[in-house]
Nanobody
Framework: QVQLVESGGGLVQAGGSLRLSCAASGSIFMINTMGWYRQAPGKQREWVAIITADGFTRYVEAVKGRFTISRDNAKNTVYLQMNSLKPEDTAVYYC?????????????????WGKGTLVTVSS
């Protein structure tokens, strides 16, 4: 069974920084794209940033220049460094990953989600 566990959320003042981590564990054959999504109160979940297995990154326009996604493949972990935080960044942040598992000769890829970590930015 594969699990994603986020950490690093909390309360911070506007202009401050936080670093989120998400560690994948379990019977992992390979981790492909990893990413972060967020869901603010009363809003739909939106993607924030993604990083491919070879390090290609993309960001939603609202966080460009402020957030940085990175990954440590040896630790099966993805990070989100969030700087210059704004009140509108307040949300539950979810880790997402496309992970392949292998049973005998069969490799199966599917999408996994973490349970989320709350980030609150006060004005």
């Amino acid at each position: 069974q594969v699990q994603l566990v986020e950490s690093g959320g909390g309360l911070v003042q506007a202009g401050g920084s936080l670093r989120l981590s998400c560690a994948a564990s379990g019977s992992i054959f390979m981790i492909n794209t990893m990413g972060w999504y967020r869901q603010a109160p009363g809003k739909q979940r939106e993607w924030v940033a993604i990083i491919t297995a070879d390090g290609f990154t993309r960001y939603v326009e609202a966080v460009k220049g402020r957030f940085t996604i990175s990954r440590d493949n040896a630790k099966n972990t993805v990070y989100l460094q969030m700087n210059s935080l704004k009140p509108e960044d307040t949300a539950v942040y979810y880790c997402n990953a496309r992970i392949s598992t292998k049973v005998a000769a069969t490799i199966t890829e599917r999408e996994y989600w973490g349970k989320g970590t709350l980030v609150t930015v006060s004005s």
